[in-house]
């Protein structure tokens, strides 16, 4: 059972302002915004901190089924609910890849049984099962993406294969979310450097290797050919400067075709980094240069970039560090991306209105997602609390992710999750877990 809860004097971060006043949530929903004195209810005291909507995280890979040596949808939510996220959405290249409806609905029984956090999950697509993606009424489905697929089998982004993107773009009625790189200018680089290398390049090559001009030539046709099927495309994870000028700030999310995010790390890292971090911080598609991330910072700032992910890919150290070609991408990030976006807070580089836009109500518009996102009478009482004063460093000893590693070690973040809420469900308390009830499945104004 939730508890019917009080949280008093708290700076409520909400619809483009803060305001300091109580707030009371019962069964599970947000009951009243205001001034409170209920006696019956648990009182959380919230003075000098903030409440958020529970963060909605767009892009994780949890790995579960299939990958469970990596990370699953327990441990997985279990950090991300330590981070304030409090739903996500996963990719389909868990195994088996979720190419079918029964392998989608066999992944919400198992985050029905494992996770802590509300979640939802991509159908795969890819050229292999197109024809039976069309025949489904995929205007119910959460979304569809070919993201990590290629990892199974080359040849499966929809980016290289301008076909199968028009057939899917014209009958699909979901949010189509792509990776957006071409293979071919990848393969080609990778070549060039494999002459010079070896097997071992220098990953500061990365950027060069999976390049701004992969990134940008494929995101402008994708977009090309969406706009001409009136498609609805989503860019996954964008790293370059260049590719931030392909999207439009001048009507609101609601009405947009063609939307876009940015991961945290692609705002935290640079080309700089590599250096420091080695193979640690290779992600597909690249940290690039200093430029790129300034660019990325200025887009979301205005409006071009919609929301927040994190991209969240755990592998094992053994699987990180291992020579450039051989060495996994990805990273696990999702305990971590509140405390970067508020430690740009910190530096005056983005505002806690700005970073509950873009990782709360922004998510939940882009996918549709009902009763959640906002901090509203009536929505679901997923909640984070944060203190913003109250610094602490990354370790071995308070990462979650199970493949216990960070890119972040080492780092200091100035503030701190101390509460999470989902679905009224204290889940998470100054480091205490309270693992009793599971997160619930998203639905959307599509699926009901
Ligand atoms: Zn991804």
């Known amino acids: 059972m939730t508890e019917k809860t009080l949280i008093k004097n708290i700076n409520i971060v909400n619809g483009g302002q803060i305001i300091l006043t109580d707030l009371l949530f019962d069964k599970g929903l947000i009951q009243k915004i205001g001034p409170n004195n209920d006696t019956n209810a648990r009182v959380i005291d919230g003075t000098g901190k903030y409440l958020f909507p529970g963060i909605i995280d767009g892009q994780v890979h949890f790995r579960d089924p299939g990958l469970t040596h990596k990370g699953d949808l327990y441990t997985e939510s279990k950090a991300a609910v330590a981070g304030g996220v409090t739903s996500f959405i996963d990719m389909p290249n868990t195994f088996p890849n979720v190419l079918t409806i029964n392998i989608l609905n066999e992944k919400y029984k198992i985050a029905a049984e494992k996770s802590l956090a509300n979640f939802g999950f991509f159908l795969g697509v890819n050229g292999d099962n197109l024809d039976e993606v069309l025949k489904l009424d995929t205007s119910k489905l ?31 009625k979901s949010i189509i979310a792509i990776h957006s790189e071409k293979e071919q200018i990848v393969e080609e680089n990778e070549q060039l450097y494999r002459e010079k290398y070896g097997e071992d390049v220098p990953v500061e090559f990365h950027p060069l290797i999976r390049s701004e001009k992969a990134c940008y030539e494929a995101t402008k046709r994708a977009i090309d050919i969406a706009n001409k099927h009136k498609a609805r495309l989503h860019i996954l994870h964008l790293t370059t400067e260049a590719e931030t000028h392909l999207f439009r700030n001048d009507i609101p999310l609601q009405q947009k075709n063609i939307t876009t ?188």
């Open 142 to 172: 959460l979304g569809v993406s070919d993201d990590g697929l290629y990892f199974t089998k080359k040849g499966n982004l929809l980016a290289d294969n301008p076909e199968t993107m028009e057939k899917l773009f014209a009958h699909c």
């Open 261 to 448: 995010e940015v991961s945290v790390h692609h705002l935290w890292f640079s080309d700089k980094d590599y250096q420091r971090l080695g193979t640690l911080i290779k992600w597909n598609p690249a940290i690039k240069t200093e430029k790129d991330k300034k660019g990325l910072l200025k887009a979301l700032l205005d409006d071009r970039i919609d929301i927040v992910t994190t991209d969240h890919a755990p592998h094992t150290l053994d699987e990180k560090q291992k020579p450039y070609f051989q060495a996994m991408s990805g990273a696990p990030i999702v305990q971590h991306s509140l405390n970067i976006m508020l430690e740009f807070y910190k530096q005056g580089l983005i505002s806690l209105e700005k970073i509950a836009e873009k990782m709360c109500h922004n998510p939940a518009i882009l996918y549709q997602i009902e009763k959640r996102g906002f901090i509203r009478e009536g929505y679901f009482a997923d909640l984070t609390i944060v203190d913003l004063n109250a610094p602490w460093t990354v370790a071995k000893n308070n990462i979650l992710s199970k493949c216990g590693w960070s890119p972040l070690e080492g780092t200091t973040f100035q503030t701190k999750v101390t509460h999470t809420f989902v679905n009224g469900h204290l889940v998470y308390d100054n480091g205490q877990f309270d693992e009793t009830i599971k997160g619930q499945e998203l639905t959307t104004q599509n699926n009901g």
